[in-house]
Every structure is written in structure tokens, then in C-alpha cells.
């Protein structure tokens, strides 16, 4: 499974950006994807995550209210919506995906398959 993420920039505080990541493999239809963000000097954060099969998506505490996450039909692209960006959302977003869902959603280290990360700078 390969996972390519696109879509960061820079954008001043309380605009919008979005970000895409595309599956592809042999189960990229399948898989359960998130989305995390590292920023300098921090500890990886969990974003986001969608549980495809039940429809049901997950955030973390600091984006909830102001990201979106959705995937395509075929299953195998997701996009993060990011509304009301503030400098703290400042970060590299990576992409991650899985095989099955965990319950464990929210923690980097359940997920196997990793895109190579696009850049968020939000200005003051």
C-alpha cells in the first residue's frame, strides 16, 4: 500500500486548507485511514480518523469543530478540511492507514503504512 498526501501551504489564521491522501495497492479500498500532525519539538498528535465500513469518524480534542474528514466513493482517497486554522496547527499532516480497525484508533503506532507528510503553516 502506497499513500501519497498533497494539498499543504501556508495560509494566514482562521482561513481554510485541505488535504488529500491517495491510496493505492491492492487494498486500498479497504483500508481504515487517519490522519496525524507533527509539530516541531512535539510528539506525534492524532488529527483524525474515518471508520469506513460504519461511517463513524474520530478527532482529536484540539480539531474537533474545525476539521473534516471524508473519503471518496471508490474508498481510496481522504481528504482533511480544515477550517478556522489557528499557528498551533502549524505541522507536518502525515497520512496512515491500516488493514482493519483498532481500537487504538488514535495512536501512530497501529498504523503500518505511513504517506511522506505535507506541510501546514499557519501565520499569525
Known amino acids: 500500500v502506497q499513500l501519497q498526501a498533497c494539498g499543504g501551504g501556508l495560509v494566514q489564521a482562521g482561513g481554510s486548507l485541505r488535504l488529500s491522501c491517495a491510496a493505492s495497492?491492492?487494498?486500498?479500498?479497504?483500508?481504515?485511514m487517519a490522519w496525524f500532525r507533527r509539530a516541531p519539538g512535539k510528539e506525534l498528535e492524532f488529527v483524525g480518523s474515518?471508520?469506513?465500513?460504519?461511517?463513524?469518524?474520530y478527532y482529536g480534542d484540539s480539531v474537533k469543530g474545525r476539521f473534516t474528514i471524508s473519503r471518496d466513493n471508490a474508498g481510496n482517497a481522504l481528504s482533511l478540511q480544515m477550517n478556522t486554522l489557528k499557528p498551533e496547527d502549524t505541522a507536518i499532516y502525515y497520512c496512515?492507514?491500516?488493514?482493519?480497525?483498532?481500537?487504538?484508533?488514535?495512536?501512530?503506532?497501529?498504523?503500518?503504512?505511513w504517506g511522506q507528510g505535507t506541510q501546514v503553516t499557519v501565520s499569525s
Open positions: 496512515a492507514a491500516r488493514n482493519n480497525w483498532s481500537v487504538q484508533y488514535y495512536s501512530g503506532d497501529q498504523y503500518p503504512y
Open positions: 495497492g491492492n487494498t486500498a479500498n479497504s483500508l481504515v
Open positions: 474515518l471508520r469506513y465500513s460504519m461511517r463513524r469518524t
